[in-house]
């Protein structure tokens, strides 16, 4: 039988002596999607302590699984939906628990299968932040990752994606296929993440990469006229 497991999260910004303090369940000894992954703390702290650019937005977190950072970017202000694959509703069930576990009555779940263009994919509302946490995990699924960040960032030609994976190999890398969905990323540095409160070693901080994604209009432009 599954046991689920409170872990509590706080994050602190140290310019301003702020905290914020998320907590989180988890199915102890599961797989996928229903534990945290070592870059959903640090992508969730990125969040934190850059939460004047998600205050009022629309932010929507695919591969969401416990949502961690999505939870983080709801309770800075955000309007948050939480989203997972149409074939694991358990993952969307956890989404449920952690927003019901930091009374978040108003983030919404739905199911994002990557690679798949849905009616409900395209009927989301405008975005302007897209989360994406450690998604860049089993090779054979990175294409249809982008290609789904690809479809919003054209839906959604003003919105970046705040991206965090932990690297796991140099021969792993997405460069190619960026290029060939129009998009263009660039590294920023990771956040501190010795405020952080939580069972996040510092080796995570050393094999997580954090970047933003943005859709390359001059590469869509000239698709678009050629």
Partial sequence: MSVTSIKEFTFRDLATSESLSVRIPEVVDASYGLYVWPSAPVLAQYTWLHRHKVRGKSVLEIGAGTGLPGIVAAKCGARVTLSDSVALPQCRDRCRSSAEANGLS???????????????????????????????????DFEDVVMTLSCLLHQNPHAEVWCAYQVRSPSKTIELLL?????????????DMTTVQCSVTSHAQQEVLLFALRLNTAAALEDALS
């Fill in 179 to 191: 290029s060939k969905w129009k998009l263009r990323g660039e590294q920023v540095p990771l956040p």
């Fill in 106 to 140: 108003d983030v919404s779940v739905m199911g994002i299968t990557w690679g798949f263009i849905s009616p409900d994919l395209m009927d989301l509302p405008s975005l302007d932040l897209i989360l994406a946490s450690d998604c860049f995990y089993d090779t054979k």
